[in-house]
């Protein structure tokens, strides 16, 4: 595919590009192409005038992907400085889809809005509305009101929580669909009062999480009726830190991978881990789990690409 010809673009598009420095895992072989645009109508046009039989992938700031060894055979996007605004008219913020979480939630908590289950969760707003993120019992489809995309085709559609269909750490869009900003409601608070939460947030993350390590958060949903919904029905009597755990499978490793000792929920690459030993740990991780406890974990983590070649 790298040889095929693009459309004609004013962002920048750059042709076997290694992705694994734009993960937070620091794995992953080249991607055919990968399309940064300079804004939402460059975008469009690209999308628009792009063979339809090209695969597209959205990718974020890579915070919670693992891109096998062997790369990608699409057209990954990445948006960049054209989509990271951030406004706040009452107590509704809108994000482009590229601003961080993070960033997202301390302007909102500065103009006196509360949307700070945000501030402790990694990556950017457009990866939070399509993995439905949440944190502390709150979760990005309490809040969405509603969500801007670029279809496949290049046309520009308006996506309400319904048309998202959210559920646990999951949404549904379709296949080659870019998100490029949301809007969101926020409880009124005291600025200093939201500020004083995130705080709180961060020293209890940075206590039990291992922050400092190239990880890409939580690796296993929650198993299925033990998720922090955060909602009446909410149970908390399984976690999948606690089943991986109780397994004996806090600290395991496979090459350069390791299950932090800090959190046993947490992937880590110690230093040289391929994609594929942090995928291959992630699976005996499943394995050992069922065995021990008849507990199926699903991947939290998107797992894209092709495996290296033999």
Excluded at 20 to 34: E, N
Excluded at 121 to 133: L, Q
Excluded at 151 to 156: A, C, I, N, S, V
Excluded at 173 to 188: D, K, N, R
């Amino acid at each position: 595919m790298a040889a095929m010809t693009m459309p004609a673009v004013r962002g920048t598009l750059t042709p076997n590009r290694a992705l694994s420095d734009l993960t937070w895992l620091r794995v992953g072989g080249p991607a055919d192409w990968l399309f940064q645009p300079a804004d939402e109508d460059d975008l469009k046009a690209f999308l628009g005038a792009l063979d339809p039989s090209v695969p597209v992938f959205p990718m974020g700031v890579g915070s919670n992907l693992i891109v096998r060894d062997g790369g990608m055979r699409a057209v990954v996007i990445r948006l960049g400085r054209g989509f990271n605004a951030i406004s706040v008219e009452g107590t509704r913020v809108t994000a482009g889809a590229a601003a961080l979480d993070a960033h997202v939630a301390r302007r909102a908590a500065e103009a006196g809005v509360d949307l700070t289950f945000l501030r402790t969760i990694p990556g950017s707003i457009g990866g939070a509305v399509r993995m439905n993120a949440g944190c502390y019992g709150s979760y990005t489809a309490d809040h969405l009101i509603q969500a801007r995309a670029i279809t496949r085709q290049g046309d520009e559609m308006t996506l309400t929580p319904d048309d998202l269909q959210f559920g646990y750490r999951q949404s549904h869009l379709p296949e080659g669909w870019v998100l490029t900003e949301a809007t969101f409601e926020g409880m009124s608070g005291d600025p200093a009062d939201l500020a004083a939460r995130m705080e709180d947030q961060l020293a209890k993350r940075d206590a039990t999480q291992p922050v400092k390590d190239r990880s890409a958060g939580s690796t296993f949903r929650n198993p299925a009726g033990y998720s922090s919904t955060g909602w009446a029905d909410d149970t908390h009597e399984m976690k999948a830190w606690a089943v991986i755990d109780a397994a004996g499978l806090r600290g395991a490793t496979r090459g350069g991978a390791i299950m932090s000792p800090k959190h046993p929920n947490f992937l880590v690459n110690m230093g040289g881990a391929s994609a594929a030993d942090l995928e291959g740990l992630g699976e005996e991780v499943r394995k050992k789990v069922f065995q021990d406890s008849g507990v199926l974990l699903e991947w939290e983590i998107m797992r894209v690409g092709e495996p290296a070649p033999e």
